[in-house]
Protein backbone atom coordinates (compact mmCIF):
# COMPACT_ATOMS: atom_id res chain seq x y z
CA UNK A 1 0.00 0.00 0.00
CA UNK A 2 2.57 2.32 1.07
CA UNK A 3 4.81 1.41 -1.77
CA UNK A 4 2.79 2.41 -4.71
CA UNK A 5 0.92 6.01 -2.69
CA UNK A 6 0.59 8.42 -5.57
CA UNK A 7 1.55 5.96 -8.08
CA UNK A 8 -0.86 5.56 -11.13
CA UNK A 9 0.59 2.85 -13.19
CA UNK A 10 2.26 -0.08 -11.80
CA UNK A 11 4.93 -2.58 -13.47
CA UNK A 12 3.97 -5.98 -11.86
CA UNK A 13 6.68 -8.86 -12.04
CA UNK A 14 6.03 -12.02 -9.98
CA UNK A 15 9.51 -12.37 -7.57
CA UNK A 16 9.35 -16.25 -7.45
CA UNK A 17 8.43 -18.85 -9.93
CA UNK A 18 4.49 -18.40 -9.23
CA UNK A 19 2.48 -15.44 -10.38
CA UNK A 20 -1.19 -15.61 -9.81
CA UNK A 21 -0.78 -15.47 -5.65
CA UNK A 22 1.65 -12.39 -5.87
CA UNK A 23 -1.07 -10.24 -7.67
CA UNK A 24 -3.61 -11.73 -5.14
CA UNK A 25 -2.17 -10.32 -2.85
CA UNK A 26 -1.44 -6.80 -5.00
CA UNK A 27 -5.05 -6.85 -5.74
CA UNK A 28 -6.27 -6.68 -2.30
CA UNK A 29 -4.82 -3.24 -1.57
CA UNK A 30 -5.66 -1.81 -5.04
CA UNK A 31 -8.86 -0.43 -3.58
CA UNK A 32 -6.76 2.14 -1.45
CA UNK A 33 -4.31 3.12 -4.24
CA UNK A 34 -4.35 5.87 -7.16
CA UNK A 35 -3.47 2.56 -9.34
CA UNK A 36 -4.99 3.40 -12.78
CA UNK A 37 -3.44 0.63 -14.78
CA UNK A 38 -1.49 -2.34 -14.52
CA UNK A 39 1.28 -3.76 -16.78
CA UNK A 40 2.06 -6.96 -16.16
CA UNK A 41 4.77 -9.67 -16.89
CA UNK A 42 3.81 -13.14 -17.90
CA UNK A 43 5.66 -15.76 -19.79
CA UNK A 44 4.73 -18.70 -22.07
CA UNK A 45 1.28 -19.77 -21.56
CA UNK A 46 0.36 -23.38 -22.89
CA UNK A 47 0.07 -26.75 -21.33
CA UNK A 48 -1.06 -28.64 -18.34
CA UNK A 49 2.49 -27.98 -16.31
CA UNK A 50 1.52 -26.54 -12.72
CA UNK A 51 3.51 -23.47 -13.95
CA UNK A 52 1.48 -23.30 -17.53
CA UNK A 53 -1.44 -23.28 -15.25
CA UNK A 54 -0.31 -20.68 -12.41
CA UNK A 55 0.38 -18.16 -15.78
CA UNK A 56 -2.92 -18.68 -17.47
CA UNK A 57 -5.05 -18.68 -14.28
CA UNK A 58 -3.01 -15.32 -13.55
CA UNK A 59 -3.10 -13.80 -16.72
CA UNK A 60 -7.13 -13.93 -16.73
CA UNK A 61 -7.24 -12.83 -13.41
CA UNK A 62 -5.21 -9.43 -14.50
CA UNK A 63 -7.39 -8.75 -17.55
CA UNK A 64 -10.16 -8.76 -15.81
CA UNK A 65 -9.33 -6.75 -12.88
CA UNK A 66 -12.42 -4.60 -12.88
CA UNK A 67 -11.75 -0.39 -13.16
CA UNK A 68 -8.27 -1.23 -14.74
CA UNK A 69 -6.65 -0.20 -17.89
CA UNK A 70 -4.49 -3.87 -18.09
CA UNK A 71 -1.50 -5.24 -20.46
CA UNK A 72 0.29 -8.12 -20.19
CA UNK A 73 3.61 -8.28 -21.42
CA UNK A 74 4.59 -11.91 -22.34
CA UNK A 75 8.36 -12.91 -23.38
CA UNK A 76 9.70 -15.97 -24.34
CA UNK A 77 12.71 -17.53 -23.24
CA UNK A 78 15.85 -14.90 -22.23
CA UNK A 79 18.78 -15.58 -23.59
CA UNK A 80 20.70 -14.47 -20.76
CA UNK A 81 19.95 -17.43 -19.23
CA UNK A 82 22.85 -18.89 -21.07
CA UNK A 83 25.17 -16.26 -18.54
CA UNK A 84 23.84 -18.26 -15.28
CA UNK A 85 26.78 -18.48 -13.18
CA UNK A 86 25.13 -22.49 -12.88
CA UNK A 87 25.45 -22.77 -16.61
CA UNK A 88 29.40 -21.53 -16.95
CA UNK A 89 31.06 -24.61 -15.70
CA UNK A 90 28.85 -26.84 -18.25
CA UNK A 91 29.77 -24.54 -21.06
CA UNK A 92 33.05 -23.59 -20.08
CA UNK A 93 33.74 -27.63 -20.69
CA UNK A 94 31.65 -28.22 -23.70
CA UNK A 95 28.54 -29.50 -23.19
CA UNK A 96 24.76 -28.81 -21.62
CA UNK A 97 21.96 -30.80 -19.98
CA UNK A 98 18.59 -30.33 -20.68
CA UNK A 99 15.33 -31.79 -21.82
CA UNK A 100 14.11 -29.79 -24.48
CA UNK A 101 14.83 -32.75 -27.20
CA UNK A 102 14.69 -30.48 -30.96
CA UNK A 103 11.82 -28.36 -28.97
CA UNK A 104 12.54 -24.96 -30.77
CA UNK A 105 12.29 -21.28 -28.87
CA UNK A 106 12.35 -17.99 -29.70
CA UNK A 107 14.32 -16.29 -27.39
CA UNK A 108 14.19 -12.80 -26.59
CA UNK A 109 17.24 -10.42 -25.01
CA UNK A 110 16.00 -9.47 -21.47
CA UNK A 111 16.70 -5.46 -23.20
CA UNK A 112 13.84 -6.00 -25.52
CA UNK A 113 11.66 -7.01 -22.36
CA UNK A 114 12.56 -3.75 -20.39
CA UNK A 115 12.05 -1.62 -23.26
CA UNK A 116 8.68 -3.17 -24.29
CA UNK A 117 7.75 -2.94 -20.64
CA UNK A 118 8.92 0.75 -20.05
CA UNK A 119 7.53 2.04 -23.29
CA UNK A 120 3.85 0.46 -22.37
CA UNK A 121 4.14 2.28 -18.78
CA UNK A 122 5.32 5.53 -20.14
CA UNK A 123 3.37 5.63 -23.08
CA UNK A 124 -0.24 4.93 -21.37
CA UNK A 125 -1.23 1.66 -20.96
CA UNK A 126 -4.62 2.96 -22.65
CA UNK A 127 -3.13 1.67 -25.60
CA UNK A 128 -2.86 -1.41 -25.05
CA UNK A 129 -5.79 -2.06 -22.35
CA UNK A 130 -6.76 -5.62 -22.24
CA UNK A 131 -4.31 -7.24 -24.36
CA UNK A 132 -1.71 -9.91 -24.18
CA UNK A 133 1.53 -8.43 -25.89
CA UNK A 134 3.47 -11.54 -27.06
CA UNK A 135 7.23 -11.15 -27.52
CA UNK A 136 10.04 -12.95 -28.22
CA UNK A 137 13.46 -12.47 -30.45
CA UNK A 138 13.30 -12.55 -34.51
CA UNK A 139 13.93 -16.33 -35.00
CA UNK A 140 13.26 -19.78 -33.21
CA UNK A 141 16.18 -22.20 -32.71
CA UNK A 142 16.80 -25.51 -30.77
CA UNK A 143 19.13 -25.32 -27.92
CA UNK A 144 21.82 -27.33 -29.93
CA UNK A 145 21.87 -24.67 -32.53
CA UNK A 146 21.86 -21.44 -29.60
CA UNK A 147 24.73 -23.63 -28.28
CA UNK A 148 26.27 -24.00 -31.83
CA UNK A 149 26.90 -19.95 -31.63
CA UNK A 150 27.53 -19.66 -28.02
CA UNK A 151 30.76 -22.02 -28.69
CA UNK A 152 31.82 -20.80 -31.79
CA UNK A 153 31.15 -17.14 -30.78
CA UNK A 154 31.58 -16.64 -27.07
CA UNK A 155 33.64 -20.01 -26.01
CA UNK A 156 35.72 -20.46 -29.14
CA UNK A 157 35.00 -24.76 -28.98
CA UNK A 158 32.25 -26.96 -29.70
CA UNK A 159 29.55 -27.51 -27.17
CA UNK A 160 27.73 -30.30 -27.19
CA UNK A 161 23.83 -30.20 -26.01
CA UNK A 162 23.14 -33.60 -24.15
CA UNK A 163 19.18 -34.19 -24.23
CA UNK A 164 17.96 -35.95 -21.02
CA UNK A 165 14.77 -37.64 -20.46
CA UNK A 166 12.68 -35.00 -17.86
CA UNK A 167 13.00 -37.60 -15.13
CA UNK A 168 16.71 -37.73 -15.42
CA UNK A 169 16.83 -34.28 -15.68
CA UNK A 170 15.42 -33.52 -12.41
CA UNK A 171 17.21 -35.91 -11.28
CA UNK A 172 20.29 -34.40 -12.54
CA UNK A 173 19.57 -31.08 -11.49
CA UNK A 174 18.61 -32.22 -7.47
CA UNK A 175 22.29 -33.93 -7.57
CA UNK A 176 23.77 -30.70 -8.36
CA UNK A 177 22.18 -29.20 -5.09
CA UNK A 178 19.03 -27.68 -7.38
CA UNK A 179 15.95 -27.22 -4.34
CA UNK A 180 13.62 -29.43 -5.04
CA UNK A 181 10.31 -27.26 -6.26
CA UNK A 182 12.86 -25.23 -8.24
CA UNK A 183 13.94 -28.39 -9.76
CA UNK A 184 10.01 -29.93 -10.44
CA UNK A 185 9.37 -26.03 -12.38
CA UNK A 186 12.53 -26.20 -14.74
CA UNK A 187 11.38 -29.77 -15.39
CA UNK A 188 8.18 -28.58 -16.48
CA UNK A 189 9.52 -25.21 -18.25
CA UNK A 190 11.46 -27.62 -20.78
CA UNK A 191 7.80 -30.09 -21.26
CA UNK A 192 6.91 -26.80 -22.50
CA UNK A 193 9.51 -26.34 -25.50
CA UNK A 194 9.22 -30.18 -26.62
CA UNK A 195 5.18 -29.60 -26.85
CA UNK A 196 6.29 -26.38 -29.32
CA UNK A 197 4.83 -23.71 -27.02
CA UNK A 198 7.56 -21.79 -27.40
CA UNK A 199 8.39 -21.88 -30.67
CA UNK A 200 6.58 -19.13 -31.76
CA UNK A 201 7.43 -16.56 -33.21
CA UNK A 202 5.95 -12.58 -32.77
CA UNK A 203 9.47 -10.43 -34.06
CA UNK A 204 6.58 -7.59 -35.02
CA UNK A 205 5.67 -6.95 -31.20
CA UNK A 206 8.87 -5.82 -30.34
CA UNK A 207 9.32 -3.23 -32.93
CA UNK A 208 5.30 -2.14 -32.89
CA UNK A 209 5.72 -1.02 -29.28
CA UNK A 210 9.14 0.45 -29.63
CA UNK A 211 9.92 1.18 -32.80
CA UNK A 212 13.12 -1.02 -32.56
CA UNK A 213 13.52 -4.52 -34.15
CA UNK A 214 14.38 -7.19 -31.69
CA UNK A 215 17.90 -7.98 -30.97
CA UNK A 216 19.19 -11.04 -32.34
CA UNK A 217 20.90 -14.39 -31.28
CA UNK A 218 23.77 -13.55 -33.31
CA UNK A 219 23.83 -9.99 -32.27
CA UNK A 220 23.29 -10.65 -28.55
CA UNK A 221 26.15 -13.48 -28.68
CA UNK A 222 28.42 -10.96 -30.57
CA UNK A 223 28.24 -8.30 -27.68
CA UNK A 224 28.31 -11.19 -25.11
CA UNK A 225 31.90 -12.10 -26.59
CA UNK A 226 32.94 -8.71 -26.52
CA UNK A 227 32.01 -8.10 -22.79
CA UNK A 228 33.97 -11.34 -21.90
CA UNK A 229 37.26 -10.48 -23.37
CA UNK A 230 36.85 -6.62 -21.96
CA UNK A 231 36.32 -8.24 -18.85
CA UNK A 232 39.59 -10.33 -19.30
CA UNK A 233 41.93 -7.65 -20.77
CA UNK A 234 40.92 -5.49 -17.04
CA UNK A 235 41.58 -8.63 -14.98
CA UNK A 236 45.25 -9.15 -16.41
Same mark, same amino acid.
Given at each position: ????????????????????????????????????????????????????????????????????????????????????????????????????????????????????????????????????????? #????????????????????????????????????????????????????????????????? #??????????????????????????????????
Amino acid at each position: EKAVAGVDRVGLMQGSETLLPIYSLFRKVLPKTSVKAIVAIGGTVGGTSPTAVDFEKAEKAILETPGLETTLVSPNWFLENWQLPDYAEQLQQGFFHGAAQNGKIAYIAVQDIGNTIAQVLFDGPARWNGQRLYITG #PEAFTEQEVLTLIGKVVYEHPIEYRSLEFSAYRDFLLKAGTPEHIANLLTDLEETKVDGYTAKVS #PNMVKLVTGRDPISLAQWAAEWAQHRKETAAKQQ
